[in-house]
């Protein structure tokens, strides 16, 4: 059973940076895809970024290519994503999520592929 704690959300200005952490607890977080989500309301939860368990593969959802960045530290159990140039339309809540993955090499996109969920930051950016 893994437990991930969300961190670093807030209330921020359009034009600056965010860096979100989770960190992981419970498991050999190495074994783990982690991805990370977010939530407006009134709307479907949303990949934003993956990252396989080796770091070497990542995906990023199109509209967050050059503004978003996923990263991991399997040595900290922590799995981060820097986000800049922060827009209206970020303000969600961001979750992590983290799967079993054998392979070392694939990320998951889809929420309904992964096994365990944080509690979600708020991140609100105004105008």
């Known amino acids: 059973q893994v437990q991930l704690v969300e961190s670093g959300g807030g209330l921020v200005q359009a034009g600056v940076s965010l860096r979100l952490s989770c960190a992981a607890s419970g498991g050999i977080f190495s074994s783990y895809a982690m991805g990370w989500f977010r939530q407006a309301p009134g709307k479907e939860r949303e990949s934003v970024a993956a990252i396989s368990w080796s770091g070497g593969n990542i995906y990023y959802v199109d509209s967050e290519k050059g503004r978003f960045t996923i990263s991991r530290d399997n040595a900290k159990n922590m799995v981060y994503l820097q986000m800049n140039s922060l827009k209206p339309e970020d303000t969600a809540v961001y979750y992590c999520?983290?799967?079993?993955?054998?392979?070392?090499?694939?990320?998951?996109?889809?929420?309904?592929?992964?096994?365990?969920w944080g509690q979600g930051t708020q991140v609100t950016v105004s105008s």
């Open positions: 999520a983290a799967r079993r993955d054998y392979t070392g090499t694939r990320y998951y996109r889809g929420p309904y592929e992964y096994d365990y």
